[in-house]
């Protein structure tokens, strides 16, 4: 942690179940978890959320730490140097992966994940915002993250760049019309996915109106308009992400593989 920094807040988990900890690295103060922060406190989780640009700090490694949890954010990976924490982050993916520490990247985060193990993040064809559906590769609908899930996925999209090229040995799982690589898994359990399952329609909001002239510019949208949108697909959204939350759960209650 850096000097004078914060230490973040901490959502308690319903059940105690032997005191698993996820650390959450939060890039910006209107983009934190969502309904995933009810999803995994009902599962006994732990949540430690850095929220760094209100001045919270990130460790220097995952030591007391079972899971890490990557949000989303408007810089891209590629603004290190006016965004130190990245590369910090990035090396605590890196550690994650290594110690076989369950990784879950939103957005940002996925994009985080697949730079820091070797993948390319450039530029998507087209900026994705709004509520959409995803596909699942054939390996996809084999993955353990969507047991359960339909073919094609109701989720919520924000995002202009992408995960062009995914990290050596990265199992491909989902895709879109608009952008081919949606979701992705290194080893047994750290995924990178494109898209948003644990946005709120009071974040959609928040978003529409601090990004309002990347929407109008990318949709034709005002902020309300994209809410609307949001509202009429956000049970079916909802209900998706619940089913990988439970998921994910399930994944993050296997212990850890033994070192090689």
Request: with cysteine.
């Amino acid at each position: 942690m850096t000097a004078g920094a914060r230490a973040g807040r901490v959502s308690q988990g319903v059940k105690s179940l032997g005191g698993r900890r996820a650390l959450v690295v939060q890039h910006v103060g209107i983009e934190g978890p969502g309904r995933l922060e009810g999803w995994l406190a009902e599962g006994g989780w732990v949540l430690e959320v850095r929220d760094v640009e209100r001045g919270d700090g990130l460790p220097e490694s995952l030591g007391g730490y079972d899971a890490l949890v990557v949000l989303g954010g408007f810089m891209s990976v590629h603004d290190r140097e006016q965004y130190p924490h990245l590369a910090r982050t990035e090396d605590l993916l890196r550690q994650a992966v290594a110690r076989d520490v369950p990784v879950l990247g939103l957005c940002l985060g996925g994009q985080l994940l697949a730079s820091a193990l070797g993948g390319r993040v450039t530029r998507n064809p087209v900026r994705e915002i709004g509520p959409d559906r995803v596909t699942l590769t054939a390996a996809g609908r084999a993955d353990p993250l969507f047991a359960g899930c339909p073919a094609e996925l109701p989720v919520f999209q924000w995002h202009g760049e992408t995960f062009a090229e995914l990290p050596p040995g990265a199992v491909w799982l989902a895709s879109s019309p608009a952008c081919r690589h949606q979701a992705f898994r290194v080893g047994r359990r750290a995924y990178g996915l494109q898209f948003h399952f644990e946005v709120t329609e009071e974040m959609v909001a928040d978003w529409a109106r601090r990004y309002e002239g990347e929407l109008r510019q990318a949709r034709g949208l005002a902020p309300e308009g994209l809410v609307a949108e949001f509202r009429r697909q956000a049970a079916a959204i909802a209900a998706a992400g619940g089913r990988l939350a439970r998921n994910l759960l399930a994944l993050w209650a296997e212990p850890p593989a033994a070192p090689p």
